[in-house]
């Protein structure tokens, strides 16, 4: 059992279709798009990739189905060094997938189809124990079932761990789960879901949005877009930061590299200020980067 620091992502793969066009259908038309491309996704699979590229020990737990879709995940995690020996082969499900149809200006819709994300469960818990340790900080999201996530997160919480939930996409989180988190990191649409106001994606509408969640969770971190993001945390420490201002290319996944870097830098026990900007200035850099240069 290792005790040096160490992320572990506990949650979704998807095999992801890009697919750039001049629009977004309307109901009832077709586009001509211009290409497409596929690329190994689900927001575990992206966080999971981000923080090994910062150099830390990072594992995934999670399922893929017995298909190339499922093979093609597993050798990219294997590829960006990150440890898969707890990704299952879930043999009676589809691997699951995303669709996600781009405009001109790099803005997007998606359709997310679960598949074999949905089989988790105690049992992957229960297998990947030896990653749950006192020096981990176990990543999730709201991709996988909430009694998953919870399972998680109690088994690290015992271990002496930490938990990093990243509250996407918006669903309310149960209450099994609200008490076992140390941080939650969350959008202004996720904001609003969870705090129950309207949020104003802005530095101060983010920063208000912290200090109403700080109430429920010790660690939080909203991010407001294009404008940056803030973060309040129950000793009363504040930080806002500015975004780094970039020629958007596409914003798919930008939240996910900001978790992975956030996460990574947390685990190796960076000071939060230096964390959040770290992972600022990643996000930026996906941002301008072409959906057709992301390997
Ligand atoms: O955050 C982007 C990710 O969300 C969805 O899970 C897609 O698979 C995509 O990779």
Not at 119 to 142: E, M, N, R, Y
Not at 231 to 256: C, F, L, M, P, Q
């Amino acid at each position: 059992m290792t005790t040096a620091p160490l992320v572990t992502v506990f949650g979704s793969l998807h095999y992801d279709i890009a697919v750039m066009g001049p629009a977004r259908p309307r109901k009832g038309e077709t586009v001509t798009g211009t290409s497409w491309h596929p690329k190994s996704g689900g927001k575990g699979g992206n966080q999971a990739v981000s923080s090994a590229r910062t150099g830390i020990a990072t594992s995934m737990i999670g399922a893929v189905a017995d298909d190339d879709f499922g093979r093609f995940l597993i050798s990219n995690l294997d590829r960006k060094n990150v440890d898969h020996t707890f990704v299952r082969r879930d043999a009676s499900t589809s691997t699951g997938m995303s669709v996600a149809i781009f405009d001109a200006e790099g803005d997007y819709g998606a359709v997310i189809v679960s598949g074999s994300n949905l089989t988790l469960g105690d049992t992957d818990v229960a297998a990947a124990q030896d990653l749950l340790t006192k020096t981990t900080l176990l990543v999730l999201q709201s991709e996988i079932p909430d009694a998953a996530n919870v399972a998680a997160a109690r088994a690290v919480k015992q271990a002496g761990g930490r938990v990093l939930i990243n509250a996407a996409p918006a669903r309310p989180l149960s209450a099994d789960l609200q008490p076992l988190i140390d941080i939650i990191v969350v959008n202004a649409i996720e904001a609003e879901l969870l705090a129950g106001v309207p949020v104003v994606e802005t530095l101060d509408g983010a920063l208000d949005a912290a200090r109403k969640l700080v109430r429920i969770f010790p660690g939080v971190v909203v991010t407001a877009g294009g404008a940056g993001v803030a973060y309040a945390n129950r000793d009363g420490e504040e930080t806002v930061i500015a975004a780094v201002k970039v020629k958007v290319e596409s914003t798919h996944g930008a939240g996910d590299e900001f978790i992975g870097v956030l996460a990574a830098e947390i685990a190796s026990g960076r000071a939060m200020t230096d964390a959040l900007q770290k992972a600022n200035k990643a996000a930026a850099r996906l941002v301008g980067t072409p959906e057709k240069d992301r390997v």
